[in-house]
């Protein structure tokens, strides 16, 4: 298990796709704004241009559907061009599921060690005779992980938007809405230099501008479950443990 991952991203200068409609929708907020494949069996690019030369860690195609089993991405890129060198080898498109169905909707998602580039391309994959992908979100850029892991008591839950009205005969009356997570965690023992980085972080994003969260980036069964798109909520003041340490409870819920 690794230590939760909040990615701040980095900003994105262009994005171009080779083919499909809407790629400028990945640079949206809203996951519903979409980037739409019009092909399989073949390659699709997604080519980000960050503008200037950037260390990243992490790479997120989020709200991903309907990918088939068999989907996979790489991610090449570089200072100088789209195919420089090869970031992430070809593998699995889906983020590791707990079920053996295929989800409605899934994420790809990579994290590893720290790369320059200015120029990223997303190949993906979808097989012959499958749907052609569509997908919502995109986001890079250097990962905050904290030195000491959540503290126990760490949770998640399912939030249900619609409305239920209980009806004279027993039953119910119910408005179908969606179900999405919110996630809860601390974390003790932090720096003065990692509250100070928090402290910068939640300064750019409060509670209204979305970022990442994905409480074990690990390639483990249940990734898709950990990796959440959303907005912090609630948010609290750290409390000081001592002159060099704090502790700092978030409350985070995903955008659907």
Not at 47 to 66: N, W
């Amino acid at each position: 298990m690794s230590n939760v991952l909040i990615l701040s991203p980095a900003p994105i200068a262009a994005i171009a796709a080779s083919r499909g409609s809407g790629v400028a929708n990945l640079l949206t907020r809203s996951p519903k704004e979409v980037w739409a494949d019009n092909a399989v069996g073949s390659a699709a690019s997604i080519d980000i241009d960050l503008g200037a030369v950037t260390s990243i860690d992490t790479v997120y195609l989020g709200y991903v559907s309907p990918a088939a089993a068999a989907a996979t991405w790489t991610i090449t890129g570089g200072t100088g061009g789209y195919t420089e060198s090869l970031i992430k080898a070809s593998g699995p498109l889906r983020a590791i599921d707990t079920a053996t169905r295929a989800p409605a909707r899934t994420h790809a998602f990579w994290t590893g060690g720290a790369v320059n580039v200015r120029y990223i391309r997303l190949s993906i994959t979808q097989p012959a005779g499958s749907a052609p992908l569509r997908a919502g979100v995109a986001m890079v850029g250097r990962a905050w992980r904290p030195t000491f892991n959540m503290e126990f008591g760490a949770g998640r839950r399912i939030i249900d938007t619609g409305t239920v009205a209980a009806l004279p005969d027993g039953g119910f009356g119910t408005i179908e809405g969606v179900r999405k997570r919110e996630f809860n965690w601390s974390l003790g023992d932090l720096s003065r230099d990692e509250t100070d980085a928090l402290d910068d972080l939640l300064g750019d994003h409060g509670e209204t501008i979305p970022l990442l969260v994905v409480e074990d980036p690990d390639a483990t069964t249940g990734q898709r479950a950990r990796i959440h798109y959303g907005l912090f909520v609630a948010l609290k003041a750290f409390e000081r443990s001592n002159p060099a340490q704090t502790k700092w409870q978030f409350t985070f819920e995903e955008w659907v």
